[in-house]
């Protein structure tokens, strides 16, 4: 998962999680406070009831109160009260809205009455609705009787305004998590926005259009910047003093070769001649080990980028006029665009060995192509290397008289020379070889359609 996506999503989890607890919680205060209020209401019309019962001189309980609701007035409207003096034969008083019925009430068993003779209790009405209902008991003091007066009220009233509180509060806390995932996205997208640039930078300097991380960034992310400008110097003054080495090594041995040539070749006779032989088999081996060196050193800082299709085309113009005499022409036909991500002289040493190679053995017709591809991982290779990225595909053919499978696998073995007739050292394919696996890359030789050899060969593109 990327780092955006874990951001965006810690922030809107947390984000949308905190809003659900607020929800609820707020829909619970809000329901006990209206409930609270509805209680409140509850009381008021049960004080209203008591005032207005009234007793007569042989104990007969009377009254109409007057709770200012119509509903009370209502038949089975949900509203209801009712007066009872507790006895051998109870005598009831009810709104017109019982309809002479009865409140079901709890036993005081199952319900009992507070400190102050009160009690609430959710009951069935007489027309299957919920109902809140608070009891006063009162004695009267002149007569001693007990008189039990209840008010009860239809609880739809309570859920039908806590109903409307939770979709209004639904509508503005869904309007409110989208703008915080909406904020998310849009802070996340701007607190990466560094990171990318960063990325950007990595990849031009992977692409050799820089050599360093420009401009300034936030305290977070700067020292990471320095770091990796300071690798990217130590690691072109690693490579510029390998360059040096390498340059100073080589010329510390050809020269004293140079002057063992030219002597050898002034004294006459076998041994003259083996030295010759040998000394310039020393000049190929001191070429082919100092390639290999100069490569190894810049095979995993490679910032440089060479153009293809130039390159190919000015070596097939060179070939097609060494070999001119034999009549051979070159197809070139490399796809616009085509960057290789390495050094130009290391390229030109691989077109100089596959293509001089093809040249030699070739009848009439030598093809040079090369494209862009996507490329699997290749096993085992470097970390950091081409593997997995895209590819560029040069493929060298001729129409000669090509190798048979083992002699393919014997050809690209250090000093193998599979014909005497022509000049060479036998280090040609095992230089591209080397070279292709530094920079991660594949080399294979296989038969052409054209009749002859077919090298391919992979590395990475930029």
């Known amino acids: 998962m990327s780092l955006a996506l874990r951001l965006f999503v810690m922030a809107a989890v947390w984000s949308l999680a905190a809003l659900a607890i607020a929800y609820l919680v707020l829909i619970t205060f809000y329901r006990a406070d209206r409930e609270r209020s509805f209680e409140a209401i509850l009381n008021l019309h049960l004080f209203n009831v008591v ?14 109160p007057q709770l200012g609701d119509p509903r009370f007035e209502s038949f089975l409207s949900g509203w209801y009260w009712q007066a009872i003096r507790l006895g051998d034969r109870d005598q009831v008083i009810t709104s017109p809205s019982l309809a002479n019925g009865r409140l079901n009430l709890f036993n005081v068993e199952e319900t009992p009455f507070d400190a102050n003779f009160q009690r609430v209790m959710d009951i069935d009405g007489p027309n299957g609705e919920r109902l809140r209902a608070m009891e006063q008991l009162v ?8 008189l039990a007066f209840a008010v009860a009220a239809d609880l739809d009233v309570v859920e039908a305004d806590v109903a409307r509180f939770r979709n209004r509060l639904l509508a503005v806390f869904a309007l409110l998590g989208i703008g915080l995932v909406a904020i998310s996205v849009v802070q996340v997208a701007i607190g990466l926005r560094p990171l990318r640039a960063v990325g950007r930078a ?96 810049t095979g995993g800082v490679v910032t440089t980028v060479t153009e293809v299709e130039p390159l190919a085309a000015t070596f097939g113009r060179a070939m097609a006029k060494i070999y001119a005499d034999r009549g051979v022409s070159m197809d070139v036909d490399i796809e616009p665009g085509l960057r290789f991500q390495g050094e ?13 190679n093809a040249f030699k053995w070739a009848r009439s017709q030598v093809r040079l192509s090369g494209r862009r591809i996507a490329d699997a991982p290749k096993e085992g290779a470097r970390d950091g290397g081409a593997g997995g990225r895209a ?25 193998r020379r599979l014909d005497e007739s022509q000049p060479g050292s036998g280090l040609g394919l095992s230089i591209v070889r080397d070279l292709a696996d530094l920079y991660n890359g594949s080399f294979e030789l296989s038969a052409s359609p054209l009749g002859g050899l077919r090298a391919q060969l992979r590395l990475p593109s930029a």
Do not use: C, W
């Not at 130009?344 to 001089?356: M, R, Y």
């Open 51 to 64: 005032a207005a019962i009234q007793q007569d001189e042989v104990g007969q309980i009377y009254g109409n």
């Open 139 to 146: 004695l009267f003091d002149r007569s001693g009787d007990r």
């Open 202 to 297: 990595l990849t031009a300097i992977r692409e050799g259009r820089t050599e360093r991380i420009p401009g300034s960034y936030p305290r977070e992310i700067a020292p990471l910047t320095e770091e990796v400008n300071a690798l990217i110097e130590a690691n072109a003054k690693t490579v510029e003093r390998a360059r040096t080495h390498v340059g100073n090594l080589a010329h510390a041995l050809k020269t004293p070769l140079s002057v063992i040539t030219n002597e050898a070749r002034a004294a006459k006779g076998p041994l003259g001649e083996k030295v010759v032989e040998q000394a310039g088999l020393m000049r190929h081996q001191i070429d082919y080990y100092l390639d290999r060196a100069r490569v190894a050193a």
């Open 344 to 356: 130009k002289q290391d390229l030109e040493e691989l077109f100089g060995n596959l293509v001089d």
């Open 391 to 415: 590819m560029i595909e040069i493929v060298v053919e001729d129409d000669g008289p090509g190798l048979t499978a083992d002699q393919r696998s014997e050809a690209t073995r250090r000093g």
